[in-house]
């Protein structure tokens, strides 16, 4: 699939207040500075679609952008690290958890993880709760531009080797760089199956 449309329609703070449309929704989400703005920005060949930022937790709002006039793609704040009071970390946790139980449109969320970590307790949490609430998700994995092709294929067998112990089998993975636009396809041609099985 081949972005040739893609715009800004919404952000708030509010699942009420999100696009009343029966189109699909495929949340982005991870980790504040996992690289989600540029992987977002890279998907749909847009620089700036998404804010790209050196400050992490900059996504404060839930950012709706219509793609393709077909689907849409849901930017959510990261999780964790950001440099924001713990009354807005409240605030935003209710509204990321709102937005996953109650909005009907969200056929997968795409969780974000840096390739050049240890797995970490914050993901696998988030990712055992998106579980417990039966929401379809998948896992991309970042920045696989930093690191070695042996140190990348080491780090994603250990990833998916922590995944076992918690899950029967494995969810979809994919690899990304933003930088060398490594998975765009991959990503891509997903969404598009997932939306051509909706029909």
């Known amino acids: ?21 029966q189109l699909p929704e495929y949340a982005f989400i991870g980790r504040s500075n996992v690289g989600k703005s540029s992987l977002i920005n890279m998907l749909t060949g847009k620089k700036n679609l998404a804010k790209v930022s050196g400050k992490p937790g900059k996504t404060r709002l839930i950012n709706h952008f219509l793609i393709n006039d077909t689907w849409h793609l849901v930017d959510l704040p990261g999780y964790g690290y950001a440099k924001v009071s713990k009354k807005e970390k409240k605030v935003f946790q209710k509204f990321i958890t709102d937005y996953f139980k109650k909005r009907k449109q969200l056929v997968n969320a795409f969780v ?52 076992m112990e918690y899950w029967e089998e494995l969810m979809p993975i994919f690899l990304s760089s933003s930088k060398d636009k490594t998975g765009k396809d991959d990503i891509l041609d997903y969404i598009h199956n997932i939306n051509q099985s909706l029909n």
Not at 143 to 160: V, W
């Open 112 to 163: 974000l993880i840096d390739s050049r970590h240890e797995p970490q307790n914050i993901d696998l949490e988030f990712m055992q709760w998106l579980g417990a609430n039966a929401i379809a998700f998948s896992i991309i994995f970042t920045k696989t531009d930093k690191l070695k092709p042996q140190a990348l294929d080491k780090n994603i067998l250990h990833y998916k080797s922590v995944l």
């Open 1 to 21: 699939m081949d972005i040739t449309q893609s715009r800004f329609v919404i952000s708030n703070s509010k699942v009420e207040d999100c696009p009343n449309s």
